[in-house]
Structure formats: structure tokens, C-alpha cells
């Protein structure tokens, strides 16, 4: 029924509009007790099997859904009741800003893809952090807040910029995410390298722990899949020397290679995901997981299209799952046919928990 009406009606929308009407459909109905209600059974079933326990925090499951949709905080409790089991808002700036002019989101749906190049578009940290503290939440659920750098801040002024997100933002954050890897905020993936990222994540640290006192905050990076690999290696070192407590591999690719698509479309500069995505976002979380092992918290995501693709980013080492762009294209039951299927495969796996999975096929090549 959904892909009917994709195309008959959001594929001919352009992509940005048809995002927005999805998304006020979505908050809708979660402002409606009993239309919510029906819903969130319908499509956030739960499985205890897949309970999970990751940055010290419970969750229903391991899919959760990856910042870019839920910029300003505004759809958390829609978001949870579609099944999504932790919902990662931004990316949040220390300013407000636009974003990049549009046209500015693409689709590729022969590739089952996006390229976007959205600019960090979000009402700021400041109004970010005023709508996090009145909510009113409807639903529980874990919410992670993804920062970055203001587009017309200076690269040398970043870990200023990063420390006033993160002074507003971490006391309303289950976890908080510092987003080094979009291509499309210049300067900011040179960020990524160890001497540019190493004092803005102590910064960030020691704010998040001067601003909520009561509790540690659990800090993770994103990192891009156009990093070499002993740049990834590099980065998994730091996280392990700093004490970070997870790593999200990955961001979007400027990469076009094995597209399907022909036309001027793939010309669109911007950072590219779905499922192009898949193989190298895979292949970046298995090196990380070989190098860090279970001493941080990776979080794969990047071309999560299946059960079978969450399937997978657990055997190579994540404990915890996102999904984004093949959400556009599966619609509202996307998160329940990852959870079912998730389910089906440990029950028939060897495996007794979740938990159990997590790098099992890195482990097995190492062993």
C-alpha cells in the first residue's frame, strides 16, 4: 500500500516538500490520543528478546532512528510511535541557520538513495533546548542529541561553537553525538583528523560534565566513510584513549561509484545514503569493532534497508542499530519488519541474546 502511494504521490512531490508533509502527518497523529494509540500497536510491537542495554541506558530494542529527520526536536514521540527505539534529533548548531539553498534533496530511487545537501538546517541550540525541556513525552524512549558547527563559524573557532551546544543540550540528552563527517558544512570533516578531533572532544567532555552534574552524559563521535582506513583505525584509538564512550559509523559518502542512476541528478553535490552505502558502512564498522573490541559502543548504520542489514551490523559489532533513508522508501512499517525479523533471527540463531551476537563474525575471523 505504501509503495503505491509513493509513487503516485511522494515521488512526484519534490523530496523536501514530500519530508515535510510526511512529517506533519506523523506529528498529527501522534498528538491524537487514540489514533496514537492504535498506531503505536500496530507498529511498535515489542519483543523482549530484543531488550537492549547500551551507554548504560535500557532500550525496547537496537533500532533507532538516525539524526538528519528529526532536526529541531519537534517529532520524538511520532518518530517512537512508528517503533523506532531511540531517536536521534539534529544535527543542532550553536546558531540557527537556513541551510544550504534548495534545491537541496535528492532522490535516487532507482538506488534506493538520497543525496542531500541540507547545510545543518535547524533552529539552533538555544530553541533546541527550550522545546527539550518542556516536553511533555507521550511515549518513553531514548533520545541522543547530534551537535555540529555552525557554517559561519571559523574551523579554528569549532570547539567554542561545539561547547555551547553542548552547555545547552546535555542536560536533556540520553546521549550526545558530535558530528565531525557531513559533507556539506565546509571545513568540518577535516575535523576528523586525531590532532583537530582529540581537543574538541575533551572539550566537549568536560562541558557535558560541568553542565549535568548529576549523571554522566555518554559522549560518541560519527565519523565519515570516505576515511581511510588507518584513519578509521586512528579514530578508534582516540575514542578508546579519551574514554568515548561510542562510536556511529557512518555518515554519508561523497562517493558516486555503482550508482544505477543516470542523469544530472547524480552531479548533485551533497553527501550520499541508503543503499549504496551499505558495503562500506559494514566494512567500517567490522575494523572498528576489530580494533576496539567491546570497550566502546558502535552504532552502524548507513544502507539499513533489511532485518537481515540490522542482522548483519550486529554480527560486525554494533550494538545498537539506525535507520534513515530506507525509511522514505518502506514508510511506516519499516521499523516493525526490522524488529520481526530481528527477532526470527536470534531465535534461530545460536546465539541466546542480543548481546550475545554483537561481533560474533569479527570474532570468529580473529579467533
Same mark, same amino acid.
Given at each position: 500500500?505504501?509503495?503505491?502511494?509513493?509513487?503516485?504521490?511522494?515521488?512526484?512531490?519534490?523530496?523536501?516538500?514530500?519530508?515535510?508533509?510526511?512529517?506533519?502527518?506523523? #506529528?498529527? &497523529?501522534?498528538?491524537?490520543?487514540?489514533?496514537?494509540?492504535?498506531?503505536?500497536?500496530?507498529?511498535?510491537?515489542?519483543?523482549?528478546?530484543? #531488550?537492549?542495554?547500551?551507554?548504560?541506558?535500557?532500550?525496547?530494542?537496537?533500532?533507532?532512528?538516525?539524526?538528519?529527520?528529526?532536526?529541531?526536536?519537534?517529532?520524538?514521540?511520532?518518530?517512537?510511535?512508528?517503533?523506532?527505539?531511540?531517536?536521534?534529533? @539534529?544535527?543542532?548548531?550553536?546558531?540557527?541557520?537556513? @541551510? +544550504?539553498?534548495?534545491?537541496?534533496?535528492?532522490?535516487?530511487?532507482?538506488?534506493?538513495?538520497?543525496? +542531500? =545537501?541540507?547545510?545543518?538546517?535547524?533552529?539552533?541550540?538555544?530553541?533546541?533546548?527550550?522545546?527539550?525541556?518542556?516536553?511533555?513525552?507521550?511515549? #518513553?524512549?531514548?533520545?541522543?542529541?547530534?551537535? @555540529?558547527?555552525?557554517?559561519?563559524?571559523?574551523?579554528?573557532?569549532?570547539?567554542?561553537?561545539?561547547?555551547?551546544?553542548?552547555? #545547552?543540550?546535555?542536560?536533556?540528552?540520553?546521549?550526545?553525538?558530535?558530528?565531525?563527517?557531513?559533507? +556539506?558544512?565546509?571545513?568540518?570533516?577535516?575535523?576528523?583528523?586525531?590532532?583537530?578531533? =582529540?581537543?574538541?572532544? &575533551?572539550?566537549? =567532555?568536560?562541558?557535558?560534565?560541568?553542565?549535568?552534574?548529576?549523571?554522566?552524559?555518554?559522549?560518541?563521535?560519527?565519523?565519515?566513510?570516505?576515511?581511510?582506513?588507518?584513519?578509521?583505525?586512528?579514530?578508534?584509538?582516540?575514542?578508546?584513549?579519551?574514554?568515548?564512550?561510542?562510536?556511529? &559509523?557512518?555518515?554519508?559518502?561523497?562517493?558516486?561509484?555503482?550508482?544505477?542512476? =543516470?542523469?544530472?541528478?547524480?552531479?548533485?553535490?551533497?553527501?550520499?545514503?541508503?543503499?549504496?552505502?551499505?558495503?562500506?558502512?559494514?566494512?567500517?564498522?567490522?575494523?572498528?569493532?576489530?580494533?576496539?573490541?567491546?570497550?566502546?559502543?558502535?552504532?552502524?548504520?548507513?544502507?539499513?534497508?533489511?532485518?537481515?542489514?540490522?542482522?548483519?551490523?550486529?554480527?560486525?559489532?554494533?550494538?545498537?542499530?539506525?535507520?534513515?533513508?530506507?525509511?522514505?522508501?518502506?514508510?511506516?512499517?519499516?521499523?516493525?519488519?526490522?524488529?520481526?525479523?530481528?527477532?526470527?533471527?536470534?531465535?534461530?540463531?545460536?546465539?541466546?541474546?542480543?548481546?550475545?551476537?554483537?561481533?560474533?563474525?569479527?570474532?570468529?575471523?580473529?579467533?
Amino acid at each position: 500500500m505504501y509503495k503505491l502511494f509513493f509513487n503516485l504521490v511522494f515521488k512526484r512531490m519534490d523530496p523536501e516538500k514530500a519530508h515535510y508533509l510526511a512529517f506533519r502527518w506523523i #506529528r498529527l &497523529a501522534a498528538r491524537t490520543p487514540v489514533l496514537r494509540t492504535f498506531v503505536a500497536a500496530a507498529l511498535a510491537p515489542r519483543y523482549k528478546e530484543l #531488550r537492549t542495554e547500551a551507554l548504560g541506558l535500557r532500550m525496547h530494542g537496537p533500532f533507532g532512528l538516525a539524526a538528519g529527520f528529526d532536526k529541531n526536536a519537534v517529532a520524538i514521540d511520532g518518530m517512537t510511535m512508528l517503533g523506532f527505539d531511540h531517536i536521534e534529533i @539534529g544535527t543542532v548548531t550553536g546558531e540557527p541557520q537556513p @541551510g +544550504n539553498p534548495k534545491k537541496r534533496l535528492f532522490r535516487l530511487v532507482q538506488d534506493r538513495a538520497l543525496i +542531500n =545537501r541540507m547545510g545543518f538546517n535547524n533552529e539552533g541550540s538555544l530553541a533546541v533546548a527550550a522545546r527539550l525541556a518542556s516536553r511533555n513525552p507521550v511515549f #518513553r524512549t531514548t533520545v541522543g542529541v547530534n551537535i @555540529g558547527k555552525t557554517k559561519v563559524v571559523p574551523e579554528a573557532e569549532a570547539v567554542g561553537d561545539y561547547v555551547k551546544s553542548t552547555e #545547552r543540550l546535555a542536560a536533556f540528552a540520553d546521549y550526545l553525538v558530535v558530528n565531525v563527517s557531513s559533507p +556539506n558544512t565546509p571545513g568540518l570533516r577535516n575535523l576528523q583528523a586525531t590532532e583537530a578531533l =582529540r581537543p574538541l572532544l &575533551a572539550a566537549v =567532555r568536560e562541558a557535558a560534565d560541568r553542565t549535568v552534574r548529576s549523571r554522566r552524559v555518554p559522549l560518541l563521535v560519527k565519523i565519515a566513510p570516505d576515511l581511510a582506513d588507518e584513519d578509521v583505525d586512528a579514530v578508534a584509538d582516540l575514542a578508546v584513549e579519551l574514554g568515548l564512550d561510542g562510536i556511529i &559509523a557512518t555518515n554519508t559518502t561523497i562517493s558516486r561509484e555503482g550508482l544505477r542512476t =543516470r542523469g544530472d541528478v547524480v552531479n548533485e553535490t551533497g553527501g550520499l545514503s541508503g543503499a549504496p552505502l551499505k558495503e562500506r558502512s559494514l566494512e567500517v564498522l567490522r575494523r572498528l569493532y576489530a580494533r576496539v573490541g567491546d570497550k566502546i559502543t558502535l552504532v552502524g548504520v548507513g544502507g539499513v534497508e533489511t532485518a537481515e542489514d540490522a542482522w548483519q551490523r550486529i554480527l560486525a559489532g554494533a550494538t545498537l542499530v539506525q535507520g534513515y533513508s530506507a525509511f522514505i522508501y518502506e514508510g511506516p512499517f519499516y521499523a516493525r519488519a526490522i524488529h520481526k525479523g530481528l527477532a526470527a533471527r536470534l531465535n534461530n540463531s545460536p546465539y541466546a541474546t542480543l548481546a550475545d551476537a554483537v561481533g560474533a563474525d569479527v570474532k570468529k575471523v580473529s579467533a
